[in-house]
């Protein structure tokens, strides 16, 4: 190989490895060997309901209503900008005593993210949390449930355990009906599962088949055993 190529191919390689360390490396590490992130709880008879992309100021009182109904208190991982622009949404969740997550600020994909930029979604979005809802979010939640490594780090100095799930009845893109969805979430639980569900975001019709769906969930959660907790009872080292 001529010199004057060997150089620049050489420096290359070796970003290309750096941008496959700090995005998929991160990624196997995190979400498939799971250091450092939790996707399920103890082997108890007890599951974690969460909700991704909130706040939504027409479906997420609906699931708060379904929840509430229930006597159930689930996890929401809000996405920071939509805090802010449902600020009174965001105060009820809080005040009716279910946990907060940190979903970033703008829900953009962190493999396409320099990490100064990640740091800032990361940080960015627990602050709009916080702000809206008078709580610092304890949990974290990458878009997509995709790490790199600055938001893998970030999240841990800001305190926040790391949280993707071990169920998710929904499609990446197709539409699921609330009786699929009840269908999956009932027959997928497991001991100590974290179900993954939506109160915005997603295919278009996955908020409205989500509340559509909860009362049925709870209910065929329950009647297979299971306790539905948020994630604080369900990480909860004691029996």
Request: no cysteine.
């Amino acid at each position: 190989m001529p010199g004057d190529l060997r150089m620049p191919l050489t420096a290359a390689a070796g970003l290309l490895g750096g941008v496959a360390a700090y995005t998929v490396g991160t990624q196997v590490m995190a979400g498939t060997i799971q250091v450092g992130v939790i996707k399920r709880g103890p082997a108890r008879p007890q599951v974690a309901l969460t909700f991704d992309d909130g706040p939504d100021p027409e479906h997420t009182p609906r699931i708060l209503e379904a929840l509430a109904a229930a006597g159930v208190q689930a996890t929401f991982f809000m996405i920071g900008r939509h805090a802010e622009a449902a600020p009174r949404v965001a105060r009820t969740v809080a005040a009716a005593g279910h946990d907060l997550g940190n979903h970033t600020y703008s829900h953009r994909h962190l493999w396409t993210l320099p990490p100064w930029a990640t740091v800032a979604e990361v940080d960015l979005g627990a602050a709009a949390v916080a702000d809206a809802t008078g709580v610092f979010p304890r949990y974290f939640r990458p878009p997509w449930g995709m790490f790199n490594w600055a938001a893998y780090v970030r999240a841990g100095q800001l305190g926040e355990e790391r949280v993707l799930w071990s169920v998710r009845p929904e499609g990446w893109l197709g539409p699921v009906t609330a009786g699929e969805m009840a269908a999956r979430v009932i027959r997928w639980a497991h001991p100590g599962a974290v179900i993954d569900l939506h109160d915005r975001g997603g295919h278009p019709t996955t908020p409205r088949a989500t509340w559509t769906a909860l009362p049925g969930v709870i209910a065929g959660l329950r009647a297979r055993g299971f306790s539905v907790v948020p994630l604080r009872l369900l990480l909860d080292a004691a029996p």
